[in-house]
Nanobody, 123 residues
Framework: VQLQASGGGLVQAGGSLRLSCATS????????MGWFRQAPGKERDVVAA????????SYADSVKGRFTISRDNAKNTVYLQMNSLKPEDTAVYFC?????????????????WGQGTQVTVSS
């Protein structure tokens, strides 16, 4: 199972970015998917996670109302639409896959990880 995250970059506060996570080597619909982020000197924390079918999702309080996670199982891709970005959103963003029937929000619940993509929000 391979995950490839893309779409990061430098954006001004208030701007938007859309991250993508392309998966290969497995059927995406078999996995719950999550986006995590890690800032320098901090732990890796969940940003958003979505169930296998895409019918339900979970968000960190800090991004509710600003970020939206979605998935297209036919394209084996998961997305994270990030709007109204803030400087505190600056981090390396990772996508992850976990073979769970619920929506996992802990790093240890995910078996596979992408390489990360840098998001930098300037003030």
């Amino acid at each position: 199972v391979q995950l490839q995250a893309s779409g990061g970059g430098l954006v001004q506060a208030g701007g938007s970015l859309r991250l993508s996570c392309a998966t290969s080597g497995h059927t995406t619909s078999m996995y719950a998917m999550g986006w995590f982020r890690q800032a320098p000197g901090k732990e890796r924390d969940v940003v958003a996670a979505i169930g296998r079918s895409g019918g339900s999702a979970s968000y960190a309080d800090s991004v509710k109302g600003r970020f939206t996670i979605s998935r297209d199982n036919a394209k084996n891709t998961v997305y994270l639409q990030m709007n109204s970005l803030k400087p505190e959103d600056t981090a390396v963003y990772f996508c992850a896959a976990g073979r769970k029937y619920y929506i996992p929000t802990m790093t240890q619940d995910y078996e596979y990880w992408g390489q990360g993509t840098q998001v930098t929000v300037s003030s």
